[in-house]
C-alpha cells in the first residue's frame, strides 16, 4: 500500500494524458486533458507523486506540481521505456511514468528552479 496517490503524466503540447493510480495500487483513470484541465487537477488534487518523463517541458510542470506540494519525480525516457506494455501509445506511456514513479531505488532528475536571469521582468 502507498502513502499517496500516484499521478503519471505524458506530456505534450496541447493535450496530456494522466494516468492516476491509487493508494491501494489500483488504477482510478488514465485520460487525455487539456492544458487547463491538467492545471485543475495538480491543483485540486491531494499531495500525491507525480511522474514525468524527462522532456522540455518538464522542469516547468514540476515546478507547477511542486507549489501544490507534490512530490515530483522526473523519470529519464530510457527507464521508462522499461515499464512500457503493448504499444506505444500516450495511455501506455502515462501508464509506465506512474508505475515508474512507484518504483523503490530508481533514481529520478533533480527539478531545476527556473533561472530568474532569463525572466521578463
Known amino acids: 500500500m502507498l502513502k499517496s496517490n500516484i499521478i503519471g503524466i505524458d506530456l505534450a503540447k496541447n493535450v496530456f494524458q494522466v494516468c492516476v493510480i491509487s493508494k491501494d495500487g489500483e488504477l482510478m483513470s488514465n485520460k487525455v486533458v487539456s ?3 491538467l492545471k485543475e487537477i495538480l491543483a485540486k488534487s491531494h499531495p500525491a ?3 514525468i518523463e ?4 518538464s522542469h516547468y510542470w514540476g515546478r507547477f506540481a511542486e507549489k ?3 512530490d515530483v519525480r522526473i ?3 530510457k527507464k521508462v521505456k522499461g515499464f512500457l ?3 506505444k501509445t500516450d495511455a501506455n506511456d502515462a501508464l509506465a511514468i506512474a508505475n515508474a514513479a512507484m518504483q ?6 533533480s527539478l531545476k528552479m527556473k533561472n530568474s536571469r532569463f525572466c521578463n521582468h
Open 49 to 51: 507523486v507525480i511522474g
Open 75 to 77: 523519470i529519464s525516457p
Open 104 to 109: 523503490v531505488g530508481l533514481k529520478y532528475s
Open 85 to 87: 506494455q503493448g504499444q
Open 68 to 70: 501544490f506540494n507534490h
Open 54 to 57: 524527462g522532456c522540455g517541458s
Open 35 to 37: 492544458r487547463q484541465k
